[in-house]
């Protein structure tokens, strides 16, 4: 089992917003970063810290945080982002860091 | 510009050890706050963290697999080496390794191409 727990599945139609949601206790306490993953590549990082966006991540993607809960926002989603999506949070209780069971999101 | 890459092993027999090479550029790893972290991902199945080393040399490891794992640096080689021992078929995965800057960031901003590792007799 994931020690963060995120949606196994969402869907989105294309141009609408979508919200991807990652849960746990280390949320209360940390920022969780967010990677996007195509079949067959590396993760990509997309957002971290309170919301903040890597270079060359474009603005769609946003990020935020409440309570023991982390979402990343796609506010137009495009075709190009249909892929997995991870969050990571660090951890107080010896694990190097925690990991979401990732959220498969599709573009209709 | 930061990259990274593993080498290592594709086909490992079951209780064998593998060790696994990260070679890197663009970063020192004497850095304060900079680290070096390796995660695996099963095929078809999500992402985990195994082990996460500091410049100063603290390290991590995910508790269940801690005593299989040793994660080591060679700063003037600008290589993180990670071993893990016993290997299991459950062990087939591919292996990223990726830069960590924990002060501002906490997050694995740079990542490997990945290597997959095929446990299997």
């Known amino acids: 089992s994931s020690e963060l727990t995120q949606d196994p599945a969402v869907s989105v139609a294309l141009g609408q917003t979508v919200r991807i949601t990652c849960q746990g206790d280390s949320l209360r306490s940390y920022y969780a970063s967010w990677y996007q993953q195509k079949p067959g590549q590396a993760p990509i990082l997309v957002i971290y810290g309170q919301n903040t966006r890597p270079s060359g991540i474009p603005d769609r993607f946003s990020g935020s945080s409440s309570g023991n809960t982390a979402s990343l926002t796609i506010t137009g989603a495009q075709a190009e982002d249909e892929a997995d999506y991870y969050c990571?949070?660090?951890?107080?209780?010896?694990?190097?860091?925690?990991f979401g069971g990732g959220t498969k999101l599709t573009v209709l | 510009q930061i990259t990274l890459k593993e080498s290592g092993p594709t086909l490992v027999k079951p209780t064998q050890t593998l060790t696994l090479t990260c070679t890197f550029s663009g970063f020192s790893l004497s850095t304060s706050g900079v680290a070096v972290g390796w995660i695996r991902q099963p095929p078809g199945k999500a992402l985990e963290c195994l082990a996460l080393i500091y410049g100063n040399d603290a390290k991590v490891y995910r508790s269940s697999l801690k005593s299989r794992l040793s994660i080591t640096k060679d700063t003037s080689k600008n290589l993180v080496a990670l071993t893990m021992t016993i290997l299991d078929p459950g062990d087939t995965a591919t292996y990223y390794c990726a830069h960590v800057e924990m002060t501002t960031k906490a997050a694995f901003d740079y990542w490997g191409q990945g290597t997959l590792v095929t446990v299997s007799s």
């Open positions: 990571i949070s660090r951890d107080n209780s010896g694990n190097p860091v925690l």
